[in-house]
């Protein structure tokens, strides 16, 4: 398996895991067809910028055309102050197989390596079993539950922190 940058060839997987009604349960709905180029576009200038690290999961790096989803470490800015994130979907064919948690932990992975992005959070919604899951098995803390914010819906979620330099669980 192998992480690479998203680019704008990606509308298609970017469609199937945002536009649908079972990969958008937990994540208050499908999203409408209408603008997910423009989302892949920012999402690949990002990531070719390094400004954030937008991948997609490949399971087999030698057919780098299938997707198994997305994981993406960005920062923004709180009323605390910039707080890294990290996020993750995965599509329902290669779901079960812990594809989800060894792009986490690749990503977080790299995050040590490279010294960067600091304390690392996830908000998966509280009954997103997986999710929550691939947090407390990579060594995150559970902080508590927050309403968070995503695609302009208010969703209840865990909050959890992991520092990849110190908390990352082999």
Same mark, same amino acid.
């Given at each position: 398996?192998?992480?690479?940058?998203?680019?704008?060839?990606?509308?298609?997987?970017?469609?199937?895991?945002?536009?649908?009604?079972?990969?958008?349960?937990?994540?208050? *709905?499908?999203?409408?067809? /209408?603008?997910? /180029?423009?989302?892949?576009?920012?999402?690949?200038?990002?990531?070719?910028?390094?400004?954030?690290?937008?991948?997609?999961?490949?399971?087999?790096?030698?057919?780098? /055309?299938?997707?198994?989803?997305?994981?993406?470490?960005?920062?923004?800015?709180?009323? /605390?102050?910039?707080?890294?994130?990290?996020?993750?979907?995965?599509?329902?064919?290669?779901? *079960?197989?812990?594809?989800?948690?060894?792009?986490?932990?690749?990503?977080?992975?790299?995050?040590?390596?490279?010294?960067?992005?600091?304390?690392?959070?996830?908000?998966?919604?509280?009954?997103?079993?997986?999710?929550?899951?691939?947090?407390?098995?990579?060594?995150?803390?559970?902080?508590?539950?927050?309403?968070?914010?995503?695609?302009?819906?208010?969703?209840?979620?865990?909050?959890?922190?992991?520092?990849?330099?110190?908390?990352?669980?082999?």
């Amino acid at each position: 398996m192998r992480l690479r940058n998203v680019t704008p060839d990606d509308v298609d997987a970017y469609v199937r895991m945002r536009c649908d009604p079972v990969m958008m349960a937990e994540l208050g *709905g499908p999203l409408p067809r /209408e603008g997910i /180029e423009d989302k892949v576009r920012r999402d690949a200038r990002e990531a070719a910028a390094d400004l954030s690290w937008s991948k997609m999961i490949v399971p087999d790096p030698d057919a780098p /055309e299938v997707a198994a989803g997305h994981v993406t470490l960005w920062s923004h800015d709180t009323d /605390e102050g910039p707080l890294s994130e990290i996020g993750w979907m995965v599509l329902p064919e290669f779901q *079960g197989r812990g594809v989800g948690k060894r792009a986490v932990r690749m990503l977080l992975e790299q995050a040590r390596d490279e010294n960067r992005w600091g304390v690392v959070h996830a908000f998966p919604a509280t009954g997103n079993g997986p999710s929550n899951g691939i947090c407390r098995s990579l060594g995150f803390r559970l902080l508590g539950q927050v309403d968070v914010t995503f695609a302009d819906r208010v969703l209840h979620s865990n909050h959890w922190a992991v520092d990849p330099r110190v908390d990352l669980r082999r």
